[in-house]
């Protein structure tokens, strides 16, 4: 029986129905969440990554406002302006959008932004709060992960996660998550990587296996075991001459020969993706239900 598609999109809608309500219940207090984004030059892509965020705020009654620098804007302008929306009490979520001009230092730029107001979650000092299991913004993709888990009846709990990727974005951080002994978490986690020996022999113990190795079909059908939950966060480009564009999206699994053998799975597109941008959302929203709390 082919798999279930665990679909990011209702996912994130639904959650989105939430954050409305949590947004209408902090204007009633006198509170309206806000988000300042940072957006240096024209990079297409990142120019959409921002209007997606600016949509998903309005739609959800988040006062959002991106404040566009020019190409060739200096680490210290940038700074600048970091530190500009960390002092303004308007704005309860600070983010830079990724990527900066090749001379500007993205690390010393995230380090600036205050904690509190970090809705990215990549500060270090979030990420040391992350690992203790302390209250903080948990990062957008890990924590949308664990969210669609949940959500569509495949918690993690007691389970063994198998994690193929150790970035700073995904990897690392959705396993300290999912390590937590919390509701939604408490699972035994494997993290593979490309020093890992047989990967193969990992990810067949897989519960739930998440790819996120950014190489189309790392994750093949062989690789997995009957009734495996599998989570694709990797986007790639593929060459598709059908295709208007003359690429089209794929994840890091081999999804068609997978779909036969899983018991769920992610598409791509429409799998994660909307979830970040959601996610990003709720770290906004409860950065600003925080200040009700002094």
Known sequence: MPAKIISGKEVAASIREEL??????????????????????????????????????????????????????????????????????????????????????????INFISPEKDVDGFHPINVGKLLRGEPCPLPCTPYGVQQMLVRSGYSPEGKHVVICGRSNIVGKPLAALLIQKKPGANATVTICHTGTRDLKRHTLQADILVAAMGAPKAITADMVREGCVVIDVGVNRVPDPNSPKGFRLVGDCDFEAIKEKAEAITPVPGGVGPMTVTMLLMNTIEAAERTLQG
Request: hydrophobic share 40%; charged share 30%.
């Open 20 to 109: 409305k309500e949590r947004a209408a219940r902090l204007k009633e207090k006198g509170i309206v969440p806000g988000l300042g984004v940072i957006l240096v030059g024209e990079d297409p892509a990142s120019v959409s990554y921002v209007t997606a965020k600016a949509k998903g705020a309005e739609e959800v009654g988040i006062f959002e406002e991106t404040v566009h620098l020019p190409a060739d804007s200096s680490e210290e302008e940038i700074i600048k302006t970091v530190d500009r929306l960390n002092q303004d009490p308007r704005f309860h979520g600070v983010l830079v959008q990724l990527p900066l001009p090749k001379w500007v230092n993205p690390d010393k730029v």
